[in-house]
Protein backbone atom coordinates (compact mmCIF):
# COMPACT_ATOMS: atom_id res chain seq x y z
CA UNK A 1 0.00 0.00 0.00
CA UNK A 2 1.47 3.45 -0.70
CA UNK A 3 1.70 6.26 1.32
CA UNK A 4 0.16 9.25 -1.15
CA UNK A 5 0.79 12.67 0.94
CA UNK A 6 0.36 16.29 -0.38
CA UNK A 7 2.04 19.31 0.53
CA UNK A 8 2.34 20.20 4.06
CA UNK A 9 -0.38 21.85 6.03
CA UNK A 10 0.96 24.65 8.72
CA UNK A 11 -0.26 25.45 12.15
CA UNK A 12 -1.50 28.21 14.09
CA UNK A 13 -0.91 27.92 17.73
CA UNK A 14 1.13 24.60 19.71
CA UNK A 15 -1.78 25.34 22.21
CA UNK A 16 -4.51 24.72 20.03
CA UNK A 17 -3.18 23.11 16.77
CA UNK A 18 -0.27 20.97 16.11
CA UNK A 19 2.95 20.98 13.72
CA UNK A 20 2.43 20.90 10.15
CA UNK A 21 1.91 17.58 8.23
CA UNK A 22 1.06 16.24 5.05
CA UNK A 23 -2.92 15.12 4.76
CA UNK A 24 -3.32 11.74 4.55
CA UNK A 25 -4.83 10.87 1.42
CA UNK A 26 -5.92 7.17 1.46
CA UNK A 27 -5.43 4.41 -1.36
CA UNK A 28 -8.44 3.80 -3.52
CA UNK A 29 -10.79 0.71 -1.35
CA UNK A 30 -8.63 1.61 1.31
CA UNK A 31 -10.42 0.75 4.69
CA UNK A 32 -11.51 2.91 7.44
CA UNK A 33 -8.65 3.59 10.27
CA UNK A 34 -6.24 1.25 8.40
CA UNK A 35 -2.92 0.61 10.06
CA UNK A 36 -1.49 3.51 7.71
CA UNK A 37 -4.11 6.01 9.20
CA UNK A 38 -3.63 4.83 12.44
CA UNK A 39 0.34 5.51 11.95
CA UNK A 40 -0.33 9.29 10.63
CA UNK A 41 -2.70 10.31 13.33
CA UNK A 42 -0.43 8.21 15.98
CA UNK A 43 2.47 10.55 14.59
CA UNK A 44 0.59 13.90 14.82
CA UNK A 45 -0.61 13.20 18.12
CA UNK A 46 2.56 12.17 19.23
CA UNK A 47 4.68 15.15 17.76
CA UNK A 48 1.96 17.85 19.42
CA UNK A 49 2.12 16.20 22.70
CA UNK A 50 6.05 16.61 22.03
CA UNK A 51 5.79 20.46 21.20
CA UNK A 52 3.46 20.79 24.04
CA UNK A 53 5.51 19.26 26.40
CA UNK A 54 8.55 21.27 24.92
CA UNK A 55 6.79 24.22 26.01
CA UNK A 56 5.96 22.66 29.46
CA UNK A 57 9.67 22.79 30.13
CA UNK A 58 10.48 26.05 28.77
CA UNK A 59 8.16 27.46 30.84
CA UNK A 60 9.34 25.80 34.43
CA UNK A 61 12.83 27.33 33.18
CA UNK A 62 11.20 30.78 32.70
CA UNK A 63 10.33 30.79 35.56
CA UNK A 64 12.76 29.63 37.62
CA UNK A 65 15.33 32.18 35.57
CA UNK A 66 12.75 34.90 36.24
CA UNK A 67 12.59 34.43 39.86
CA UNK A 68 13.98 38.11 40.22
CA UNK A 69 12.54 39.85 43.20
CA UNK A 70 11.52 43.34 41.74
CA UNK A 71 11.77 46.79 43.90
CA UNK A 72 9.18 48.61 41.66
CA UNK A 73 5.60 47.60 42.66
CA UNK A 74 4.98 47.95 38.67
CA UNK A 75 7.69 45.73 37.96
CA UNK A 76 6.61 42.85 40.11
CA UNK A 77 2.81 43.56 38.92
CA UNK A 78 3.97 43.15 35.69
CA UNK A 79 5.96 39.75 35.88
CA UNK A 80 3.23 38.58 38.03
CA UNK A 81 0.40 39.08 35.66
CA UNK A 82 2.95 37.75 32.73
CA UNK A 83 3.79 34.44 34.83
CA UNK A 84 -0.08 34.32 35.73
CA UNK A 85 -1.04 34.54 32.14
CA UNK A 86 1.63 31.63 31.36
CA UNK A 87 0.27 29.22 33.74
CA UNK A 88 -2.98 29.67 32.80
CA UNK A 89 -1.82 28.41 29.31
CA UNK A 90 0.16 25.85 30.31
CA UNK A 91 -2.69 24.32 32.58
CA UNK A 92 -4.83 24.62 29.44
CA UNK A 93 -1.97 22.61 27.58
CA UNK A 94 -1.74 19.88 30.42
CA UNK A 95 -5.83 19.28 29.71
CA UNK A 96 -4.87 19.12 26.41
CA UNK A 97 -2.11 16.72 26.73
CA UNK A 98 -4.65 14.59 28.71
CA UNK A 99 -6.88 14.66 25.69
CA UNK A 100 -3.89 13.48 23.36
CA UNK A 101 -3.21 10.49 26.00
CA UNK A 102 -6.80 9.44 26.18
CA UNK A 103 -6.57 9.40 21.65
CA UNK A 104 -3.52 7.69 21.70
CA UNK A 105 -5.15 5.02 24.11
CA UNK A 106 -7.93 4.84 21.70
CA UNK A 107 -5.32 4.01 18.94
CA UNK A 108 -3.89 1.54 21.00
CA UNK A 109 -7.91 -0.14 21.51
CA UNK A 110 -8.56 -0.01 18.19
CA UNK A 111 -11.49 2.90 18.94
CA UNK A 112 -9.88 5.83 17.27
CA UNK A 113 -11.62 7.28 14.54
CA UNK A 114 -15.08 6.39 15.59
CA UNK A 115 -17.75 8.79 17.62
CA UNK A 116 -17.95 7.56 20.64
CA UNK A 117 -21.94 8.32 20.99
CA UNK A 118 -23.06 6.54 18.15
CA UNK A 119 -20.59 4.71 16.42
CA UNK A 120 -20.09 6.06 13.24
CA UNK A 121 -16.77 7.07 11.51
CA UNK A 122 -15.58 10.11 12.62
CA UNK A 123 -13.62 11.06 9.33
CA UNK A 124 -9.90 11.71 8.35
CA UNK A 125 -10.71 15.11 7.79
CA UNK A 126 -12.31 16.12 11.00
CA UNK A 127 -9.48 14.06 12.73
CA UNK A 128 -6.74 16.28 10.93
CA UNK A 129 -8.44 19.07 11.74
CA UNK A 130 -9.15 17.94 15.55
CA UNK A 131 -6.87 14.55 16.08
CA UNK A 132 -8.34 14.51 19.71
CA UNK A 133 -12.08 14.58 18.55
CA UNK A 134 -14.50 11.54 20.15
CA UNK A 135 -17.72 12.63 18.73
CA UNK A 136 -18.97 12.65 15.05
CA UNK A 137 -19.78 15.98 13.60
CA UNK A 138 -23.47 15.24 14.30
CA UNK A 139 -22.94 14.19 17.79
CA UNK A 140 -21.12 17.21 18.45
CA UNK A 141 -23.44 19.59 17.02
CA UNK A 142 -26.08 18.08 18.96
CA UNK A 143 -23.66 18.66 22.23
CA UNK A 144 -23.29 22.04 22.07
CA UNK A 145 -27.06 22.74 21.19
CA UNK A 146 -27.62 21.30 24.48
CA UNK A 147 -24.67 23.15 26.02
CA UNK A 148 -26.11 26.19 24.91
CA UNK A 149 -30.02 25.70 25.47
CA UNK A 150 -28.34 24.80 29.75
CA UNK A 151 -26.74 27.65 29.61
CA UNK A 152 -29.42 29.36 28.36
CA UNK A 153 -31.88 28.05 31.44
Not at 9 to 28: C, E, G, L, R
Not at 31 to 56: C, G, N
Not at 109 to 128: H, K, M, P, T
Request: proline share 6%.
Amino acid sequence: MTDQRSTPVASPSSSQQFTAFNPYQPAPNEPYMSPAQLAHFRKILEDWRDELMTEVERTVQNMQVENVNYSDPNDRASLETDMGLELRARDRERKLIRKINQALARIDAGEYGYCESCGVEIGLRRLEARPTATLCIDCKTLEEKREKQMAQD
